[in-house]
């Protein structure tokens, strides 16, 4: 058998150069925000990449979390937020990734732009009755089922060129619905929300951990970038990627 033949076989191209193989995802193109909640006192958690700090509300509640400390939430303590600014109000496509556990509670909010008080909010990925859900200008896909006490990782979306909000949890299960973005002038809230121009706490006695939450402003996450976020269930910093 000649070379030629043998590469053929093979899957190659006579006489043609070797495909690279596939590069590892570009994680930090487009990253607007990165918290890692690592902080263990102070006041404020760190955004590691971008100008978002979180102001903590109530005082700082560190727990161990996925990936170094994670932001524990019980009520309004220990919740992070952010007032608005261009950044926080994307002109197009935009994606957020997170991981949550849920200890105890009926409702919550994980991310939250707008004021309750003023509906439509920007967005809102929260936990019910037992699901995490995501919604962009009031409407999102059905709820995921989520256990207490588990970890998950959550990759929200906003696909402005089609008008989707999609949601996908443990790189498995996604959901998809149909919807118009609102952009406001209301903070950034992670573990509460607002009402009336007040940060509150994240409600129905919830208690829960936050941790590795970042934001492109800008673009959404390919199948091969979820994946990689997700890491068999382990999940990775974004200090492991390249621009």
């Not at 076989?9 to 918290?35: D, E, K, Q, R």
């Not at 309004?76 to 496509?93: D, F, Q, T």
């Not at 919830?206 to 199948?223: H, M, P, V, Y």
Request: aromatic share 12%; proline share 5%; hydrophobic share 35%.
């Amino acid at each position: 058998m000649s070379d030629d033949e043998l590469l053929m076989m093979l899957g190659g191209v006579s006489g043609a150069a070797a495909v690279a193989p596939p590069t590892t995802p570009h994680l930090l193109n487009g990253l607007t925000s990165y918290w890692k909640f690592d902080e263990t006192s102070g006041t404020v958690f760190a955004d590691s990449v971008g100008s978002n700090n979180l102001t903590i509300n109530n005082g700082i509640n560190s727990q161990p979390g996925l990936i170094g400390h994670a932001m524990f939430n019980y009520q309004l303590n220990g919740s992070g937020s952010v007032a608005s600014n261009p950044s926080l109000k994307p002109a197009g496509s935009f994606t957020f990734s997170t991981w949550v556990q849920v200890y105890t509670g009926n409702s919550a909010y994980y991310l939250w732009k707008g004021d309750n008080a003023f509906l439509p909010a920007d967005f809102q990925l929260y936990y019910s009755g037992g699901n995490v859900g995501w919604a962009v200008g009031g409407v999102g896909p059905a709820g995921i089922p989520v256990s207490q006490g588990a970890w998950y990782h959550i990759v929200a979306w906003y696909d402005a060129p089609n008008s989707i909000v999609g949601i996908r949890v443990n790189d498995s299960v996604t959901g998809t619905a149909t919807a118009s973005k609102v952009n406001t002038d209301y903070p950034l809230c992670l573990g509460s929300y607002v009402q009336s121009g007040v940060v509150q706490g994240p409600g129905g006695g919830w208690q829960g951990i936050e941790d590795e939450t970042a934001f492109w402003n800008s673009r959404l996450l390919n199948a091969a970038e979820k994946t990689a976020l997700y890491n068999g269930g382990l999940g990775l910093p974004l200090s492991s990627f390249t621009t």
